[in-house]
């Protein structure tokens, strides 16, 4: 395992990446600064943003934190995703895409898996780096999975833990995973809603009503409502709740379970 490791960071050394403050660097954070500072502030105002010491304890929050029950949903899903890992292959690499503070990354690095944790949010990335400095079989990247960042055929799992919202061409996207995967390698989408085609446009409205009363109505157009139309022509399993999730996301929160369906998508 500890060579997997080695051999993604070898790419990235190839390729002329330099490491900074523990995160690999494929591009210049300044090509993506304006959109990534509207992100961290919005991140700021909605109170998802903590200090190292908690960041290390994630998904465990105190009560009284304003996204306790969100938390505990994200913990039941990295509880079963870790299980279904481990019942199916333990071991093996494993990419993170959208990984934010790489709370997760962490925790499947610790469970034995090679992790790579890419996002483009370099705030967070470095958080991620400084508190999960000691955990071996991790790394972490700030780039887009869109360029040659990342060694083809290379990883059994790709996890998109509540980021699959914020790609726009979701087609694409799965297409360019595909080229990341191994034969029989799978991409696990977790913690994020899926719609009807009837539904899609009244949730898109509310989001852009919500950006515009926090004071952010143009990142509305940077966060996606996703159908399963949009798996159309992918072989995929879906475990979970069913689509109709706005009316349960309360009673399922305060469960502690996921009100989002979890989609397995498998690589012939």
Request: with cysteine; net charge positive.
């Amino acid at each position: 395992m500890h060579n997997v490791a080695l051999q993604v960071q070898d790419f990235f050394r190839r390729s002329g990446f330099p490491l900074d403050c523990g995160v690999w660097r494929a591009q210049d954070p300044e090509v993506n600064a304006d959109v990534e500072k509207l992100y961290h502030a919005i991140r700021e105002k909605e109170g998802w943003l903590y200090p190292d010491a908690r960041v290390a304890q994630l998904p465990l929050v105190p009560g009284s934190d304003a996204h306790a029950f969100q938390w505990k949903a994200r913990g039941y899903s990295c509880d079963r995703l870790s299980k279904y890992l481990i019942r199916h292959y333990h071991g093996g690499s494993v990419l993170d895409l959208g990984c934010g503070n790489g709370w997760m990354s962490a925790r499947l690095a610790g469970e034995g898996y090679s992790v790579c944790g890419l996002d483009l949010h370099y705030q967070e990335l470095l958080q991620g780096a400084r508190v999960f400095n000691d955990v071996p079989n991790l790394c972490f990247l700030y780039g887009n999975v869109f360029n040659d960042v990342l060694p083809e055929k290379f990883f059994n799992f790709i996890i998109m833990a509540s980021s699959f919202q914020y790609f726009g061409d979701a087609p694409q996207l799965l297409k360019r995973l595909f080229i990341l995967l191994r034969p029989g390698g799978e991409i696990h989408i977790v913690d994020t809603p899926f719609y009807t085609s009837a539904e899609r446009d009244s949730a898109a409205g509310r989001s852009k009503r919500y950006y515009a009363g926090i004071g952010y109505p143009s990142f509305a157009g940077y966060y996606f409502h996703r159908t399963l139309d949009e798996l159309s022509g992918y072989s995929y399993v879906r475990i979970g709740p069913p689509n109709r999730v706005a009316n349960a996301l309360r009673r399922f929160f305060r469960r502690g379970i996921s009100p989002f369906p979890w989609i397995v998508i498998k690589k012939p």
